[in-house]
């Protein structure tokens, strides 16, 4: 069964990522998306499986892209950071960005 996280850890970790990382959640979309073009995005969800985003797209639609974690599933809020930025630095990759150094 899916790990599910309580309130307070997914509206922490939401509000933090759309917030001070509306680049990154749009990096990721861009990268792992299948349905189009993605020209804007938010991460609306995540669990033990992995993260998810509402995403606009360059021909007025919409859609949403789920992507696993790259390390497998997880249970701990620390580790949700740790596949964030595994995810980032895999979107760097498939779309050949540099990525930047995490702190």
Do not use: K
């Not at 917030?19 to 998306?33: E, G, K, P, T, V």
């Not at 995540?46 to 797209?57: I, K, N, R, T, Y």
């Not at 360059?58 to 790259?70: I, M, Y």
């Not at 701990?76 to 990759?93: G, H, K, M, T």
Request: proline fraction near 7%; glycine fraction near 10%.
């Amino acid at each position: 069964m899916t790990h599910r996280f309580d309130e307070a850890t997914l509206a922490g970790v939401l509000r933090h990522m759309n917030d001070d990382h509306s680049d990154d959640n749009l990096l990721i979309s861009r990268a792992f998306s299948v349905d189009g073009e993605p020209v804007a995005a938010r991460m609306t969800g995540f669990d033990g499986a992995g993260g998810e985003w509402s995403v606009e797209l360059a021909d007025g639609g919409s859609t949403t892209v789920r992507v696993p974690w790259p390390g497998g599933p997880i249970t701990q809020r620390p580790e949700v950071r740790r596949e964030i930025v595994a995810l980032y630095d895999a979107a760097c990759a498939r779309l050949g960005i540099e990525p930047r150094p995490h702190a």
